[in-house]
Structure formats: structure tokens, C-alpha cells
T-cell receptor
Framework: GDSVTQMEGPVTLSEEAFLTINCTYT??????LFWYVQYPGEGLQLLLK?????DKGSNKGFEATYRKETTSFHLEKGSVQVSDSAVYFC????????????FGAGTRLFVK | GAVVSQHPSWVICKSGTSVKIECRSL??????MFWYRQFPKQSLMLMAT?????????EQGVEKDKFLINHASLTLSTLTVTSAHPEDSSFYIC??????????????FGQGTRLTVV
């Protein structure tokens, strides 16, 4: 079935460090890929998305590239800030008789 | 912009009572809404897909008689947790895709409802 696997956390980084959160997926058909962020005590917000192979989504210094050959959508940021501390969810949307969004387990990031 | 509003943001209820959670789409019509449950430090688990004017579609393992879903209008879906028990305590989140975007559709999420059953 369709699924999303992302690296386990928590990830703890110092301010200005480089961030990578790995995400791989399995899907029938051609999904769209998303990264969502959940700040403490809040709901989820869309961070970035990519809808076809080799597309790069970017927002707030974060970026991720849709890699069809490796079925991956890794999240990166060159220099993290304390305010980036949150839980990051990789997700895909597929159409199986209706649109469905499937989430990875989430990766908690602490920036100190 | 498109917003999904969820109410209440938190609720405490006694075991055996029922609780209703509302999810409204603001500035757009949502023929489909999704209900998720999130356990502490875990991902969102899709519970059911709410369809306007028809029955909800429940994911495997979700008790439809316990989690009643009503999608009475194009802007409102409700989730009622019936005869709640402490194990139902969780964070419930609704979402709605903005229609017309196909697979590019991002999901707009409500703020979530933290349910505590005592």
C-alpha cells in the first residue's frame, strides 16, 4: 500500500547547523509530495510541496526535491534557527477513488 | 485565504458521555473532509473521510458507531465521540482539501481538538 517513511527523531541541532530530514515513500501511481510543520501547541501547516519529478519545493529557507528514481523527498535547510524547533511531517497525496493524504511518523527537531 | 476552523480546541468530559467536534471550512466549500487522530509524539492516523451528503468512509479498525461523522453541508463536518472512555483521549484534527487542485491539493488543517476523558 501507499506509505511514507521518515527518519526517527528527535533531532537536536545547534543554531546555524545544517538540517536534513530524510523521507522516502511508496505509492501506486504518481503522488504529490508535501512537508508539513507542527509548532508546539498548534495544528499542522504546509511548509512546502512538489507535484512532479525533479520539482523543488522551497519556503522559509527549507527545500526538498521530488526524486522519483529514489522515491525520496528529503527536507533540508542550510542554517536552522531556534524558531525552527517543531515536528516535521512528510506526506503524500494519492488518488484512490478519492484523494487521500498519508503522513509519515513525524520528526521532532530541537534547535538550541 | 482558505482556512479550516475547528471547535472546541480542548474539551474535558466524563467517561460515558458524548462529545461533538466541529470542523468548518471558511471561504471555500469542502465536499470532502478528513478526520485524523494523533497520539502523543506520533503521526496523524486517518480515521475517516467525511463526504458531504453521503456516508463517511472509515479506515480499517475505526469503529463507525463510536465515531459518528456527519457532513451536513459544504462547510461543516462534525465528529461525535460517543460513550467516551479514557482511551479515547487524544488530539483530533480535521482537514479539508481546497477543491479543484487535483493531486496538487494541499490539505488545510484545523487547529485540532484535545479531548480528555476522565
Amino acid at each position: 500500500g501507499d506509505s511514507v517513511t521518515q527518519m526517527e527523531g528527535p533531532v537536536t541541532l545547534s543554531e546555524e547547523a545544517f538540517l536534513t530530514i530524510n523521507c522516502t515513500y511508496t505509492a501506486t501511481g504518481y503522488p504529490s509530495l508535501f512537508w508539513y510543520v507542527q509548532y508546539p501547541g498548534e495544528g499542522l501547516q504546509l511548509l512546502l510541496k512538489a507535484t512532479k519529478a525533479d520539482d523543488k519545493g522551497s519556503n522559509k529557507g527549507f527545500e526538498a526535491t521530488y526524486r522519483k528514481e529514489t522515491t525520496s523527498f528529503h527536507l533540508e535547510k542550510g542554517s536552522v534557527q531556534v524558531s525552527d524547533s517543531a515536528v516535521y511531517f512528510c506526506a503524500l497525496t494519492v488518488y484512490t477513488g478519492g484523494f487521500k493524504t498519508i503522513f509519515g511518523a513525524g520528526t521532532r527537531l530541537f534547535v538550541k | 485565504g482558505a482556512v479550516v476552523s475547528q471547535h472546541p480546541s480542548w474539551v474535558i468530559c466524563k467517561s460515558g458521555t458524548s462529545v461533538k467536534i466541529e470542523c468548518r471550512s471558511l471561504d471555500f466549500q469542502a465536499t470532502t473532509m478528513f478526520w485524523y487522530r494523533q497520539f502523543p509524539k506520533q503521526s496523524l492516523m486517518l480515521m475517516a473521510t467525511s463526504n458531504e451528503g453521503s456516508k463517511a468512509t472509515y479506515e480499517q479498525g475505526v469503529e463507525k458507531d463510536k465515531f459518528l461523522i456527519n457532513h451536513a453541508s459544504l462547510t461543516l463536518s462534525t465528529l461525535t465521540v460517543t460513550s467516551a472512555h479514557p482511551e479515547d483521549s487524544s488530539f483530533y484534527i480535521c482537514s479539508a482539501p481546497v477543491p479543484g487542485q487535483g493531486l496538487n491539493t494541499e490539505a488545510f488543517f484545523g487547529q485540532g481538538t484535545r479531548l480528555t476523558v476522565v
